[in-house]
């Protein structure tokens, strides 16, 4: 008798396998050999080292590790290898020109098809509720937004194309207030859930307000006018010397338009509209508009409790809108369009409370370094997440317009350097609540 709860699930992976893939093709297949080769920035490697090397990856989780399998190309798992390979040395490597990284994913991804075909998922943790296929989906994932953000910083005519996100629904209001008390952070029960997001543990909150939506271009552009980039009252120490250093003026891809701003956008320059999210900003920027707006960054406990908290139940859901996968209408995610869409646009995806865009978009910034949870186990690789722990990173939440829902959720946590911009970075504010409101 066949077992419908296991073929269901390996027709679920087999679907989400061929989605992520045909995502990856696109990146991939969208420029030609030499731009596939070519690094675009230092901060990023060529886009045939990440097709390899998330071909390897999945080599070597589900072909070696789990399948016990032949190796395919043993001999390659250096070049691949991100912590031996820096990413500015990745294009003086000899790396799998474009044809043969693409032969190597294919046979990769035949042999795991073979594996899934078969395959039990018993009570091994790797493998129960198809655990490892989930990571190396949510692996290639992240690699796609990675080749995502490469696309932004490569010259030359554009290549990729998508619709405009949709136009705003509702008036967002400006802040919400989240009344003081519990709620359960992380989880232990989502099962495709990343080690860092794990365990569920309790977590209390004084009373605080947090925007109802990611800052806008529109309220960025008043900081900037009102010389806050010159102004080192905003900055920490460590964000005034990066801000001069770097020579920072404005967001990334922002220059001058007549009195107003264009801003680069995969190849196209398009002035600057007011009701978007601001996006490539770093931390310290993010920061000192905070500071300037009067406000500060909420911490990551804060941003979960606004999207996950509902103070009907008490319970904490999957994702802002409920325990049920997005769609179109919930969030701007996936790369379905190339921008952040502007506030109002899904109504539909606001948490109980009544934030906004929380998940899409852009990742918000967060005060918080980047730690363990409480109860945090190392699941199934150390250099996944614990050996950032501690490091210079501060945590990102909700996922961006690039992001795919396989790799983003509630619980989700991101994490990258201060200074780094580069990525699809925004944010909101936060502030600790006044007696008054509190109280009424
Ligand atoms: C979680 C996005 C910080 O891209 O550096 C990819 C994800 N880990 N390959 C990254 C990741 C290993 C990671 N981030
Ligand atoms: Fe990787």
Redesign the pocket.
């Known amino acids: 008798e066949p077992d419908t709860g296991t073929e269901a699930l390996r027709s679920r992976i087999a679907v989400e396998l061929a989605r992520t893939r045909a995502r990856t093709d696109a990146l991939t297949t969208a420029v030609d050999d030499d731009d596939l080769i070519r690094q675009h920035s230092t901060l990023m490697s060529p886009l045939v080292w990440d097709l390899a090397?998330?071909g390897n990856?999945e080599e070597l989780w589900l072909v070696r590790d789990v399948g016990g399998r032949t190796p395919v190309r043993q001999d390659i798992d250096d070049l691949y290898d991100?912590f031996k390979q820096p990413r500015k040395d990745r294009p003086a490597l000899p790396l799998l020109p474009p044809a043969e990284a693409r032969a190597y994913v294919a046979t990769v991804r035949d042999k795991v098809h073979d594996l899934l075909d078969g395959i039990r998922f018993t009570d091994r943790a790797l493998v129960a509720d198809g655990f490892v296929f989930g990571m190396i989906v949510q692996?290639e994932q992240?690699?796609d937004e990675t080749m995502l953000a490469t696309h932004q910083l490569r010259s030359g005519p554009p290549v990729l194309e998508a619709p405009p996100p949709p136009e705003p629904r509702i008036r967002v209001a400006a802040e919400v207030l989240v009344p003081a008390g519990p709620f359960t952070m992380g989880t232990s029960t989502d099962p495709w859930a990343l080690d860092n997001e794990r365990p569920a543990h309790p977590v209390e909150l004084p009373a605080y307000v947090i925007d109802a939506a990611p800052v806008t271009n529109g309220a960025y552009r008043e900081f900037l006018a009102d010389g806050g980039y010159d102004d080192p009252r905003w900055w920490s120490a460590a964000g005034w010397r990066h801000r001069t250093e770097a020579g920072l003026t404005a967001p990334m891809h922002w220059r001058r338009d007549g009195d107003g701003w264009a801003c680069q956008r995969f190849g196209r320059w398009s002035p600057v509209r007011d009701d978007e999210p601001v996006v490539h900003v770093c931390w310290h920027e993010a920061q000192a508009y905070a500071r300037w707006a009067g406000k500060r960054l909420p911490t990551e406990a804060e941003w979960e409790k606004a999207a996950r908290w509902d103070p009907a139940t008490g319970r904490s859901r999957r994702w802002p809108w409920g325990d049920d996968e997005p769609t179109a209408e919930h969030a701007n995610l996936g790369q379905r369009h190339l921008w952040p869409a502007p506030v109002g646009a899904y109504p539909a995806g606001a948490s109980p409370l009544g934030v906004h865009q929380l998940i899409g978009d852009v990742w918000e910034w967060t005060a918080s370094p980047f730690h363990g949870h409480p109860g945090f186990a190392v699941f199934p690789y150390r250099e996944y997440s614990e050996v950032f722990f501690g490091g210079d990173y501060r945590v990102l939440r909700g996922g961006s317009f690039g992001t795919d829902r396989s790799a983003c959720r509630g619980t989700f946590r991101n994490w990258d350097h201060p200074i780094r911009r580069q990525i699809f970075s925004g944010f909101r504010c936060a502030r600790d609540a006044r007696p008054e409101e509190v109280h009424g």
Do not use: D, L, P, S
Request: hydrophobic letters at 30%; glycine letters at 0%; proline letters at 0%.
């Open positions: 090397h998330v990856q991100a692996h992240q690699h």
